[in-house]
């Protein structure tokens, strides 16, 4: 399990995404042909895994089931300029040969498993980053990512010192748009008039921009030339360039999904890496996995992870970080205002 900062609520990893459940399914954890479950099916996001973000988070997850439950696990992963029948048929696959729960990471795969899902009601299906399926046998699994990236505006603006910092958004989509407003808000809560550089990597997915690691640097070597001395990536694998070019000009940078201070992949960088706005989707795979496989009661619906039940937070890995008082004391603030509702914090 990772280790998250205090302001995140104890046992991110575990139960406390299920608070949110809207309808619990009547799923069973039989398979389409209602044989026992093979075990967890898990196809990936673009970037696959190996991104050090937010499919690795979900690997995590799907780890830590395989371990607890007893089973099997099978993971796939994504192909480049793959099409939504590409999808249609990988989960398909992991259906016929038994595999249940089975889960999409991330909202591209909506339209295939709102299809896939049809035809096999008898399995559970689970998709990251995605709210738009009405199905018994679908959980939803979203979060409220603007509430962290509040938080990691907060550190920000805290840690520059020259009231310039930056942000770098994937893909020019309403939820990395999420991302964005929140930062901004939480980092002009601390300077309302500190300066704010934004760019998102591509318009699509197709073009790369959650998976193409020189992107992300091109584009913090560009803002970090512009001045900024923190900047916050939401970039998926991409992300790892931001932080590379971070620590090539001696500048902070702050991660995303997963703790990336903590990532040895980028051990090199980690001295650089401030902090990281968490996303709990290694615990949405866990707890939907969880309800099928050992609780026989599949969630079902919207699942929604917030500061307030521990689904998002910031990482207290980096000592620096963790021991800056001023800093710690503003994010404290921050997040005391998101839960009791004082702050209302943009997602646009």
């Not at 998926?236 to 590379?244: A, D, E, N, R, T």
């Amino acid at each position: 399990m990772r280790r998250v900062s205090r302001i995140a609520v104890a046992g991110v990893a575990t139960a406390a995404l299920a608070v949110t459940v809207s309808a619990c399914g009547s799923s069973s954890t039989s398979s389409s042909t209602g044989g026992k479950s093979k075990g967890i099916g898990l196809a990936y996001d673009v970037g696959g895994k190996g991104d050090q973000s937010f499919n690795d988070a979900a690997y995590a997850g799907l780890q830590k089931a395989e371990k607890d439950f007893g089973v099997k696990a099978r993971d796939v992963e994504p192909q480049d300029n793959e099409s939504d029948a590409d999808k249609v048929q990988r989960l398909e696959t992991l259906a016929k040969q038994g595999y249940n729960p089975i889960i999409g990471v991330g909202y591209s795969y909506a339209p295939a498993v709102k299809t896939v899902a049809a035809k096999y009601p008898k399995v559970t299906f689970g998709i990251i980053d995605d709210n738009t399926i009405k199905a018994k046998n679908v959980a939803d699994m979203v979060f409220h990512e603007e509430e962290s990236s509040y938080l990691a505006g907060v550190a920000a603006a805290k840690a520059t010192k020259k009231n310039h910092i930056g942000f770098i958004g994937g893909v020019d989509i309403p939820l990395i748009h999420k991302f964005e407003a929140g930062f901004v808000q939480g980092a002009q809560s601390v300077n309302p008039k500190i300066k704010v550089e934004k760019q998102y990597l591509t318009e699509t997915a197709q073009e790369g921009g959650f998976s193409s690691p020189d992107k992300g640097e091109n584009a913090a070597d560009g803002q970090i030339d512009a001045g900024a001395d923190v900047v916050y990536a939401a970039a998926g694998l991409s992300g790892q360039g931001v932080i590379k070019s971070a620590a090539a000009h001696k500048v902070w940078a702050i991660g995303v999904d997963s703790d990336q201070y903590q990532q040895t992949a980028l051990a090199p960088y980690k001295n650089y890496i401030l902090t990281s706005a968490l996303k709990n989707v290694e615990g949405a795979v866990y707890e939907l996995s969880k309800s099928v496989l050992k609780d026989k009661k599949p969630l079902s619906g919207e699942i929604r992870g917030s500061l307030a039940n521990g689904g998002v937070g910031l990482a207290d890995s980096n000592p620096t970080f963790k021991n800056n008082a001023d800093m710690q004391a503003a994010i404290k603030k921050a997040e005391e205002g998101i839960k009791n509702g004082t702050i209302k914090v943009k997602t646009s």
